[in-house]
Structures are given as C-alpha cells and as structure tokens.
C-alpha cells in the first residue's frame, strides 16, 4: 500500500475524531483544547498526504488537487472555529458543524481516489515489465 494511501485513510479517522471531539466539547462541555490540538495534528496529516499524493501521482493528478481542496476547506474550517470561539455558541457553530460535513465529504473523495489510484498502480498486464 503506497503511502499517499495509508495517509489519506489516516485523515479521514482524525476527522472522524475530530468531529467526535468538536461535539464533546460543545454539548458536554469537554475543553475544547482536545478539539484544537487534534485539529493541528488533523490538518499536518493532511498536508501531508497532499504531498505524498503530488510525489508519487503528480501536481494534474485527481488525488492532489482534492488534496489542495481539503487543504483550502481546512483553513476556511479554521476560520469559522475562530469565530465561534470568540463569538460563543450561535449561528456560527452551526456553520462551522456545516463546513464539517463539507470537510468530510470532501476528505472521502480524497481517501475513494487514493485508494483507486493505488489499486490501479498495481494492476499491470500480464508480460509488460515493470515500471520503475
């Protein structure tokens, strides 16, 4: 398994975590600090990722440009956790819980192509050499 894939996969658990985190910490009242450190962690793995996707499948490839489209929806996701930290609970908490959503709908894709473009990687005609 190539590692562009394991990554991908790796982000969407954090974000699944993070999600789980997100909702602790405003229903039952859980520091949100939890939420915030797993959100950096969540947010360099899936950098990268993005990067190895770039390495090994190249910058017009499907897998990096829905990479750099999590990475943009990430930092919008930043944006609107500020704003509900400084703005309390609110419409802006149903926005960011919103974006979320967003974010994992988005990630799934990411971790559908990784695991396409790994499976289709390995899979060779019979008698073509191998490529290096």
């Known amino acids: 398994m190539k590692p562009s894939r ?3 996969n790796l982000v969407g658990m954090m974000l699944f975590v993070q999600v789980i985190l997100g909702g602790s910490a405003t229903v039952l009242q859980f520091p949100v600090i939890y939420h915030l ?9 899936l950098i990268v990722a993005t990067v190895y996707a770039v ?8 897998l990096f440009r829905v990479g750099i489209a999590s990475i943009a929806d990430y930092v919008v996701q930043v944006v609107l ?4 930290l400084v703005l309390g609970p609110g ?5 960011h ?10 990630v799934t894709y990411l ?3 990784a695991d396409s473009a790994d499976k289709a990687s390995m899979i060779r005609p ?3 050499p191998a490529l290096r």
């Open 97 to 106: 819980l919103t974006n979320a959503f967003l974010l994992a709908v988005i």
């Open 81 to 84: 956790g500020v704003f509900a």
């Open 91 to 95: 419409v802006i908490v149903v926005v």
């Open 111 to 113: 971790i559908s192509f």
């Open 37 to 45: 450190v797993w959100g950096i962690l969540t947010f360099v793995v």
């Open 126 to 128: 019979s008698g073509s």
């Open 55 to 62: 390495r090994e499948y190249g910058s017009r490839s499907t």
């Open 6 to 8: 394991t990554l991908a």
